[in-house]
């Protein structure tokens, strides 16, 4: 049974950067596609990132293309969510998530974190 724990979050002023770790046991986090996703206070939940198995292919929210990166540490069993220029509006609590490599990133996949507190305010 795969288990995932997230780690990085905290307060940081607008302009700052987080880097987030997703550490996986249970099994190895590179046969799977990995998600980043997020939820504000009073709104939904939304996807940030996905990397495909092996890191082939990696898709962004268009809010945070550009200033976001993820990427996969194999030997360390890891997916990380670098965030750079950080904004008020990236505040919320990030989750990663993970599914077998054919179901792709999406609200429904198999495997969740308890997600890691994120506030960006000066």
């Known amino acids: 049974q795969l288990q995932l724990v997230e780690s990085g979050g905290g307060l940081v002023q607008p302009g700052g950067s987080l880097r987030l770790s997703c550490a996986a046991s249970?099994?190895?986090?590179?046969?799977?596609?990995i998600g980043w996703f997020r939820q504000a206070p009073g709104k939904e939940r939304e996807g940030v990132s996905c990397?495909?198995?092996?890191?082939?292919?990696?898709d962004y929210l268009d809010s945070v293309k550009g200033r976001f990166t993820t990427s996969r540490d194999i030997a360390k069993n890891t997916v990380y969510l670098q965030m750079t220029s950080l904004k008020p509006e990236d505040t919320g609590v990030y989750y990663c998530?993970?599914?077998?490599?054919?179901?792709?990133?999406?609200?429904?996949?198999?495997?969740w974190g308890e997600g890691t507190l994120v506030t960006v305010s000066s």
């Open positions: 990397i495909s198995r092996f890191g082939r292919v990696t």
């Open positions: 249970g099994s190895t986090l590179d046969y799977y596609a």
């Open positions: 998530a993970a599914s077998p490599p054919w179901s792709g990133c999406n609200d429904s996949m198999n495997y």
